[in-house]
């Protein structure tokens, strides 16, 4: 499942959080403590890749402001390579509102669960495939180019250093660093980075001014192998809101692995349950789209406002996938507004689009870019086979806080 762009954004700065937290770590031995946490990072990308046969990945984000929850989600990861199997299960709750999304894979079957209505979507494959286990990022084409990028950001922050050598030969990492000590680059990063993620005017927290990282803090448990089996991170920000009120904005990132060649896998029973399945001929075994003609149809999700206090439907995002092939996808998209929201909109966006899927090698295989016609406004869409979901954006400002997940209309 993709992450929607303000949950990739926060979750962005909080990784910046934690690797910064991270970082505080100095001089063990003769290496120091950023470079041990980076050889342990891939050397545990490595055996989850390569080496376990199976494990458990359990990442929690929060933030507050000034003590309340504005956001949190949990992502619970499971691994079977034995089963070629995933399960992965995603919680989260926004200004109150929670969401979960329930999926599974393995050889000849994928399984989703839509939220909304309670209904299992199952993907029957007539001929198994092995599928992709588990990517190791440091494999990536641009791997290098990001740490280095982390290396010169981190710069100094490598002098501070608490390190406890465990009698099993583990280590526990940690570090503490407070607002002395911050560069001004990482202030100017995290102020962007704030500014961007609270600019939702859906959001009761708006930050735009005087903005700085009070203090952050990072601890890290790596195992006798060398593998990091967990890392928390802690950062606090003060800012301003327009009319100067003083938030304290908190964000935490906790990551575990565990499990490692324990994990149980197991496909879900649904006896009982409401599903609607389908049996796909030819299993996607490689990049791209398996039956492409899948996605051709309506997909929607709701504009959210808020009104006397609560938050209320203000109308509903539309895609129309009208033909969709192993090459191109078209399709058109508009907005449509309930009575009394509309008037205090921008005008409606109404366009077709057409596109050819992504075929370079550092392009997402199941996505593909447009422009919407007659401007210059980029946009792009993924599809979503597991969830059977669409992903679309466009670039640049839209009338409201823009979702981009979009839900299969079934008739």
Do not use: W
């Amino acid at each position: 499942m993709k992450i929607q762009k303000k949950t990739a954004m926060l979750l962005s700065f909080a990784l910046g959080t934690l690797l910064l937290a991270g970082t505080a770590i100095a001089d063990i031995s003769s290496q120091s403590g950023y470079g041990q946490l980076k050889d342990s990072l891939k050397l545990t990308a490595a055996k989850c890749s390569d080496s376990y046969n199976s494990f458990t990945m359990d990442f929690s984000t929060a933030v507050t402001d000034n003590g309340k929850t504005v956001t949190s989600s949990d992502s619970v990861q499971k691994y079977d390579r034995a089963k070629n199997a995933v399960e992965s299960v995603n919680t989260s709750e926004n200004n109150g509102q929670k969401s979960r999304f329930y999926s599974y894979m393995d050889a000849s079957t994928t399984i989703s669960q839509n939220p909304s209505d309670d209904i299992y979507y199952v993907n029957q494959y007539s001929e198994p495939t092995k599928r992709a286990f588990f990517t190791d990022p440091f494999k990536s084409s641009n791997s290098e180019d990001i740490e280095k990028i982390a290396d010169a950001v981190v710069g100094g922050l490598k002098d501070y250093v608490v390190v406890k050598d465990n009698a099993d030969g583990s280590k526990e990492l940690s570090g503490t660093l407070t607002e002395v000590q911050i560069p001004p680059l990482v202030n100017a990063v995290a102020s962007l980075q704030v500014k961007q993620l609270f600019s939702n005017p859906n959001q009761t927290t708006h930050i735009t001014k005087d903005i700085y990282v009070k203090e952050i803090k990072g601890t890290a448990l790596i195992n006798k192998d060398g593998v990091l089996e967990s890392i928390l991170g802690t950062g606090i920000l003060s800012g301003k809101d327009a009319q100067g009120q003083v938030h304290e904005l908190t964000f935490e990132l906790l990551g575990k692995l565990t499990g490692i060649n324990s994990t149980a896998v197991t496909k879900p029973d649904l006896t009982g349950k409401k599903v609607v399945q389908q049996v796909i001929s030819k299993p996607n075994s490689g990049p791209g789209i398996s039956d492409p003609q899948k996605f051709v149809g309506t997909f929607k999700n709701d504009i959210v406002s808020q009104k006397d206090g609560e938050f209320v439907k203000a109308g509903e995002r539309i895609i129309d996938i009208t033909h969709m092939d192993g090459k191109t996808v078209a399709g058109s998209y508009h907005e449509e507004y309930a009575a009394g929201f509309a008037a205090n909109q921008k005008p409606p966006q109404d366009f077709k689009f057409t596109a050819t899927l992504n075929k370079g090698p550092n392009q997402d295989p199941q996505g593909a870019e447009f422009t919407v016609p007659g401007t210059n406004t980029k946009g792009n869409i993924h599809f979503d086979e597991a969830l059977g979901q669409v992903y679309f954006n466009i670039n640049g400002p839209s009338s409201q806080a823009f979702n981009s997940v979009f839900n299969k209309v079934f008739k």
